[in-house]
């Protein structure tokens, strides 16, 4: 059987001169996940954890899954809670 994850990361809105950027709520990402697996029967949930990560909406980083997350002591810093699930399919 072949192990996999898939994160629900909360989609980030861009920002204007007028606006501030928004986030995606939580329960939103949660509802998203759950559709994800309504549509998927066929895989075996093995985890489903909650993460806490900084900054994976900036442009120099690569998301939730970039191995390397820039946080600096005494500038301004966004964390973001997303769902990742541990699974493995069917061979």
Request: charged share 30%; proline share 4%.
């Amino acid at each position: 059987m072949k192990y996999d994850s898939r994160d629900f990361v909360p989609e980030k809105t861009k920002g204007g001169m007028f606006k501030s950027s928004k986030v995606q709520k939580f329960e939103e990402v949660r509802e998203e996940m759950n559709t994800w697996l309504g549509e998927n029967p066929e895989v075996e949930v093995l985890n489903i954890e909650t993460i806490v990560l900084p900054n994976i909406h900036d442009r120099d980083e690569e998301g939730s899954q970039d191995t390397e997350l820039i946080s600096w002591g005494e500038t301004s810093s966004q964390w973001y809670q997303l769902i990742r699930i541990w699974y493995r399919q069917p061979a």
